[in-house]
Each structure stands twice: as C-alpha cells, then as structure tokens.
C-alpha cells in the first residue's frame, strides 16, 4: 500500500532498506505472538527472527549475537560490549537492540546501549567514526514515556507496538495519502523536515551537542521533545493510520501475512 501512494517529495535522507526493515519490524511487535517461553528464551527466537529478515532481504550483518565488535572494531574503552545485531553497508551502520520482554525496557539497559555506541563511536578508527551510525530499539512492549524521551534526545530509532515509528510518520507526509484528516500541508511539512534533525545518526547527535555545549547552538528542548512524540507520532501518527486503514483495513495484516509465508513465523511458535 505505501509503496502505491504518489511521493510529494523526492528526496529523503533515510536509506530504502532501512525504512522497509522498520516498517517490517514494526509490522512483527505488532502481531507476532511468542510461544509461552521464559524471556530469555523468547529473546532469541526474536533475534533469530530479525536475523532471519536480513539474510531473506540480502541486508548484511556484520555482528550477531554474541559479538563485541562493531563491524569489526572494538570500542574506545576496551570493553568488550555485547551486541544484537549489526547492520553494514557501506554508507551506513545500524546498531539494534533486540527486546522481547514481559515489562517495559529498563533504564539501564537503555543506558548502556546508547553508551555502547559512543565508545564505539570514540575508537580510533576513521572508519567507522566517519561512517553514519543509526540505531534502533526494536521491543516487542511499549516504551516508557522517559525511555521514549531519552531516545529521542539520542536520535534512536524506536519501533514499539500501536506507535508508527517516527520515520514512518516521517515517510507517510511525504506522499500523498488519500482521506487524511487533520495533519494540513504545514504540518506535513513540519514533520518532513523536523523528523531527520530528530532521528538522526549518533554522529550527528554528538556535535549538536557539542555546540550547545560551546554556546554555538540549543540543546534539544522539551518542547521539541514533545512535539515530535505528541504531535507528530501519536496525533498525526494515528491520523495517518487511520487514513491507512480506510484505504485499505487489512494493509498491516496483510503485510504480516507476507511476512509470515516469508519467514514461516509460525515455525517459531
């Protein structure tokens, strides 16, 4: 259905593949039900899942389960952090953190991966200091609305159940989308621009916040924060999907459904 709707924008700066992976994710926490298994369990069958999609789409992996590299580099600090997944190509690396849980995500654990990228970030190798570094949460459980903030302060990338995921709402207002109501052109718009300052690589993250520091810019306002999660996501967000819904009311099963036959999800009950 998206790929139908006409585009009244041309360029964006987020790549193809990473905007179906979240699209498809997202799909996946949204209907996916687990086997009745203990968390950790439920865990791995989430990233064999994940792992599963990229080798289905030719998306590369450099790092699985298990890894304490990021594409092959160690962190700045010696430290040899476990990651989910790494994606690598050669104009972009993408960090995830895989979460199937009972209860939300721990503040820890968010702590620790957004720390996890800086030290990699650090490293001294131009490779991948110079390469855009995003990163996603993909949790199969709504995040807290602190968790959801921090996130966004740090340009990750969140994909959670009954919230289309920022970049998708960012996607969705540069086309055209028959019956929309309540999200006017300016506020197309808006988001249109707002949402790549937003969701962004860590590397971009790291100088605004360097120049707020040095007085040379702003550090993220609460009233930008707000804005994002509140007027763009959850407001206009809802009014995409149900103008979604009205073009076509099966469009999401219908997507888990191919994604289903894809991955054969039900093998992983």
Request: hydrophobic letters at 40%; proline letters at 5%; charged letters at 25%.
């Amino acid at each position: 259905m998206m790929e139908q709707l006409l585009r009244r924008r041309k360029e964006t700066p987020y790549p193809g593949f990473l905007m179906d992976l979240v699209a498809d994710m997202f799909v996946i926490v949204q209907y996916w039900e687990p086997p009745a298994i203990p968390g950790c369990e439920r865990g791995r069958l989430f990233e064999d899942i994940f792992y599963r999609y990229c080798d289905n789409r030719k998306i590369r992996l450099s790092e699985r389960a298990g890894s304490r590299t990021l594409n092959g580099q160690r962190a700045a600090s010696g430290f040899l952090h476990e990651n989910d997944a790494v994606v690598a190509t050669p104009d972009v690396s993408i960090h995830v953190e895989l979460k199937h849980l009972a209860n939300g995500l721990a503040k820890n654990e968010l702590l620790i991966f957004n720390q996890k990228g800086l030290d990699f970030v650090f490293a001294d190798n131009n490779v991948v200091r110079q390469c855009p570094l995003y990163r996603i949460i993909i949790s199969a459980t709504l995040l807290s609305p602190t968790a959801r903030t921090f996130a966004l302060q740090w340009g990750m990338i969140v994909v959670e159940p009954d919230r289309l995921p920022l970049p998708l709402v960012h996607h969705l207002s540069g086309h055209r989308v028959d019956g929309l109501m309540n999200v006017d052109v300016r506020l197309q718009d808006e988001i249109w621009s707002e949402v790549p300052r937003l969701i962004a690589p860590l590397q971009d993250r790291v100088h605004h916040l360097s120049q707020a520091i040095s007085g040379k810019g702003k550090v993220l306002s609460d009233l930008r924060v707000e804005r994002a999660l509140n007027g763009f996501q959850r407001v206009a967000g809802d009014y995409y999907w149900n103008a979604m819904d009205r073009l076509d009311p099966m469009w999401l099963e219908n997507r888990f459904e191919l994604l289903n036959r894809e991955l054969n999800l039900d093998g992983f009950q």
